[in-house]
């Protein structure tokens, strides 16, 4: 069921709201609204509106279907404020609700989704995704080299790189006092985490995580590889307190959980705000993912949707963003703009030899039944 946009009462919404407000200031301060229509931010180039094709213009309400906890108040706001246009936000916790939710039909009135890398070239596969027409886009060619012509979508004909990070383990360091550095600390510390650690809600994430503690590709579609990464995933189950990809914060933070399986986006704010709480990149190697922005095929109100991607697109909103939601930015101009505070941050920006041993989530064809079935299978066991 997908959720509106807003951040419930808890522990960790409390504070967060606290950063969230102080970075609108900054953002608000940075950007220098405009209260005309599509004078959309500082930049110097105007983006192709509407009213310079043949398409009506822009208006009314832009329904947007994302990942929890990606867009926030301030970002919607200043997007109203910019071009008129309204935004309404529903969420996913994963790319396969998202999926399921487009192909039963209950997506039709979404003008944008935000699927990850192997989620795109799927989605692509399967019909579901318009093609760009890169005449209306402003600000692409500002991408860093490594997005301007993904493995998952080349030459981005389909998908606006949006943000990028890593998957890794948050721990409590107070504690766990030797610290995990790579997945089979969950395996070999299952007395101690037992029923206080959590893993993703995400069959490619998880799954993938297993493999490479087994020393296999994230990606793997050999059926044996897969059903040893099952039965080692069985294994850990009765010691798992959840699959569960977002709303851990507080059991985290009150110390019913010690050690979560996180996204680099929910688990950084958690280690600045309370550096007890630790990101770390396992060792043997974890994801690094991309999320992107795209037009489904079915989308209305697609003249607002190139609004939402172009003013995303600014440098100065894409580094706004960054700032106040902590996920990485393939936007090469943005970086430029951050603080060396920011850049410095290893967990956010990791070093190349960190990076190098992460894989790319791919699509995986017909292996996607086996992954299917045995995620079904662990997480009802
Ligand atoms: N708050 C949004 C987190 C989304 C992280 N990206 C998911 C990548 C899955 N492979």
Same mark, same amino acid.
């Given at each position: 069921?997908?959720?509106r ?9 409390r ?7 102080q970075?609108s200031? !900054? ?7 405009s209260?005309c229509r599509?004078?959309?931010? &500082?930049?110097? /180039?105007?983006?192709?509106? !509407? ?8 208006s009314?309400t ?13 970002l ?5 404020e910019?071009?008129?246009? @309204? ?8 790319? &396969? ?6 192909q ?5 009135n979404y ?8 989620m795109?070239t799927?989605?692509?596969?399967l019909?579901?995704?318009? &093609?760009?027409?890169k ?8 991408m860093r /080299?490594k997005?301007?012509?993904? +493995? ?5 004909t389909?998908?606006?790189?949006y ?8 721990y409590?360091s107070e504690v766990?006092t030797? !610290?995990?550095t ?9 007395d ?11 069959v490619r994430e998880t ?5 490479s503690?087994l020393?296999y590709?994230?990606?793997a579609?050999?059926p044996?590889?897969? /059903?040893?990464?099952y039965?080692?995933?069985?294994? #850990?189950?009765?010691s798992?307190?959840?699959?569960k990809?977002?709303?851990w914060?507080d ?6 959980? #010690? #050690?979560?399986m996180v996204?680099? +986006?929910?688990?950084?704010?958690v ?10 990149? =396992? ?7 991309t999320?992107?922005?795209?037009? =489904?095929?079915?989308?209305?109100? +697609?003249?607002?949707?190139y609004?939402w991607?172009?003013?995303?697109l600014? =440098?100065?909103?894409?580094k706004?963003?960054v700032?106040r ?7 090469? @101009? ?7 505070e ?9 070093? @190349? ?5 992460? /894989? ?5 064809? &017909?292996a ?9 299978? +662990?997480?009802?066991a």
């Amino acid at each position: 069921m997908p959720r509106r946009l807003s951040r419930n009462s808890s522990l960790f919404s409390r504070t967060s709201r606290r950063r969230f407000l102080q970075g609108s200031v !900054a953002a608000l301060a940075g950007v220098g609204l405009s209260n005309c229509r599509r004078t959309i931010g &500082e930049t110097t /180039e105007t983006p192709p509106s !509407a009213d310079t094709t043949d398409s009506a213009p822009a208006s009314g309400t832009l329904h947007i279907y994302t990942w929890a906890d990606y867009t926030d108040d301030e970002l919607a706001a200043q997007f109203t404020e910019a071009t008129g246009i @309204e935004v309404k936000i529903d969420v996913y916790d994963s790319n &396969e609700t998202m999926l399921a939710k487009m192909q039963a039909g209950g997506g039709a009135n979404y003008s944008l989704l935000y699927p990850s890398d192997y989620m795109v070239t799927e989605m692509i596969g399967l019909g579901m995704l318009t &093609e760009l027409d890169k005449s209306r886009l402003v600000g692409l060619d500002k991408m860093r /080299e490594k997005w301007k012509s993904p +493995v998952y979508d080349e030459d981005n004909t389909h998908s606006i790189p949006y943000s990028w990070g890593t998957t890794g383990l948050l721990y409590n360091s107070e504690v766990l006092t030797t !610290a995990p550095t790579d997945w089979d600390y969950l395996w070999d510390n299952s007395d101690v985490l037992s029923r206080k650690m959590t893993m993703l809600d995400d069959v490619r994430e998880t799954m993938g995580a297993v493999l490479s503690s087994l020393g296999y590709s994230y990606n793997a579609t050999d059926p044996a590889q897969l /059903e040893e990464a099952y039965q080692k995933l069985l294994e #850990l189950k009765p010691s798992l307190a959840s699959f569960k990809s977002f709303g851990w914060q507080d059991e985290l933070l009150s110390g019913d959980l #010690l #050690l979560s399986m996180v996204y680099s +986006v929910e688990g950084i704010p958690v280690s600045l705000e309370n550096p007890n709480f630790k990101y770390v990149i =396992p060792e043997s190697g974890s994801s690094v993912w991309t999320d992107t922005i795209v037009i =489904p095929t079915s989308a209305p109100n +697609v003249e607002a949707a190139y609004e939402w991607i172009n003013f995303n697109l600014q =440098p100065q909103v894409s580094k706004d963003t960054v700032e106040r939601l902590f996920f990485a930015t393939p936007n090469g @101009e943005a970086m430029t703009m951050l603080s060396q505070e920011l850049l410095d941050n290893k967990n956010l920006f990791p070093p @190349e030899d960190i990076l190098a041993k992460c /894989e790319g989530i791919a699509p995986v064809g &017909e292996a996607n039944a086996l992954y299917d079935e045995y995620w079904t299978k +662990v997480t009802s066991a």
